[in-house]
């Protein structure tokens, strides 16, 4: 990989009404033609992702938006598109023009805030001429951060990068370990990476990818092997591993070859505490034992990956919850940034483990299944709970570990 991935980025999002220079003040910034632009209202019709680096933080990925007041029933699609993309929304920048702040500024500023979504009013086209408005006294009142720009004169372009700089958010640049942390400086992980058609010629899966950097950051080593080289890599160790790491497809394999002293766990389950909140979704997977003949599960992804042959969330995870309860449930899919709005005839949400997405949006969606009384759980947390291994893939996770033997009345 020659590039940071999406999921790590800060995502900022740029939003505001039609017409205000969103994407102008992008193309400012950026120095470049990163969004069209053009005097007729409504220009920008989807969201337009542009990943750069912003320094000294490194990469970050803007998100701009098309305008929150658009109209007609294309129109209302394109407002859908602009909300839901401040759900992965970690730092937002709502552009205004001079005298311009109206009902629907005022909505935005609320719903970030709700969400508590750090926010930066930029007034845009200064170089039109610039007066004091009551709004504007009111954001003051509020202590709300606001910088003066023009996007075509350059004006206040420097002090609207530092004030993006200086709003980043804490849980951004303290952001939790992969890996790192379970396994200690100068120790050892093996990861247990199977070859398959879902990872073509050349490539890893970008969860491995990142638990090994991770790994690496935290100046701890790795052994990288295949599911049927495990048990000879193991044997040639003079000292066991800190941890064993393996795809979850290869669990019952890799469980059955690792030895019961090293703690044993997937990259999706790493995942659940590195996107997630893993104590909430193992209190999710517990509620598989309430499944019913006829239930809804969605089944929901973060990327848009071509299915191939017996694809783990349209073939696999289905057959291994079939297998488990015995009893027929009925599946649904989405993919990509759709999420449902109602959820409210799901009995389970299986998501996967967000390796495209950030972590504001995943937890944006266990909050959604919170507020709904959905239980929400993902892909590798529902593979060892189905295939009978719960308690050995928590292991690492002693709290996680704490919680499941509780609902277990141990």
Not at 23 to 49: F, K, P, Y
Not at 87 to 99: H, I, K, Q
Not at 135 to 164: D, I
Not at 258 to 277: C, E, W
């Amino acid at each position: 990989m020659n590039t940071a991935p999406k999921g790590l980025r800060l995502h900022i999002g740029i939003f505001g009404r039609r017409n205000v220079g969103k994407s102008s003040l992008l193309n400012a910034l950026m120095q470049q033609q990163v969004s069209i632009v053009s005097v007729v209202a409504g220009t920008t019709t989807d969201t337009v992702e542009k990943a750069c680096e912003l320094q000294p933080l490194g990469p970050v990925l803007f998100l701009d938006t098309a305008g929150i007041d658009d109209e007609g029933e294309l129109g209302s699609l394109r407002v859908e598109k602009a909300r839901q993309a401040i759900e992965r929304t970690e730092l937002a920048l709502l552009v205004v023009e001079p005298g311009g702040w109206q009902q629907s500024e005022e909505d935005l500023l609320e719903e970030f805030t709700s969400r508590q979504i750090p926010v930066i009013v930029a007034i845009n086209k200064m170089d039109a001429g610039f007066r004091e408005d009551s709004w504007q006294e009111m954001l003051h009142a509020k202590q709300q951060r606001m910088v003066l720009v023009s996007a075509r004169t350059g004006q206040g372009l420097g002090e609207l990068r530092q004030a993006l700089l200086d709003l980043v958010p804490a849980d951004f640049i303290d952001s939790p370990s992969i890996a790192g942390d379970l396994v200690g400086p100068g120790e050892l992980a093996v990861l247990v990476v199977p070859i398959d058609k879902e990872a073509p010629k050349g490539r890893l899966i970008l969860p491995q990818v990142q638990t090994i950097r991770d790994l690496l950051d935290s100046d701890s080593m790795c052994m990288v092997v295949k599911e049927r080289e495990l048990r000879l890599a193991l044997s040639r160790l003079n000292v066991p591993p800190k941890l064993i790491v393996t795809d979850s497809q290869a669990f019952l394999k890799v469980a059955a070859d690792a030895p019961a002293a090293v703690p044993l766990t997937s990259f999706s389950i790493l995942m659940a505490r590195f996107k997630g909140d893993l104590a909430r979704l193992v209190e999710g997977t517990m509620q598989i034992e309430a499944l019913r003949a006829g239930d809804r599960i969605l089944i929901a992804e973060s990327c848009t990956h071509h299915p191939i042959g017996e694809d783990i969330g349209r073939v696999k995870i289905p057959r291994w919850l079939t297998q488990y309860t015995g009893v027929k449930l009925e599946f649904e899919h989405q993919q990509g940034h759709d999420f449902p709005a109602d959820l409210s005839s799901y009995s389970l949400v299986v998501h996967c483990g967000a390796c495209m997405g950030n972590r504001r949006q995943m937890l944006g969606r266990m909050e959604q299944c919170r507020q709904a009384g959905v239980p929400i759980t993902n892909y590798g947390l529902t593979i060892a709970y189905s295939l009978g291994i719960f308690a050995r893939a928590l292991e690492p996770f002693p709290d996680a570990l704490e919680q499941y033997q509780k609902f277990c009345g141990k």
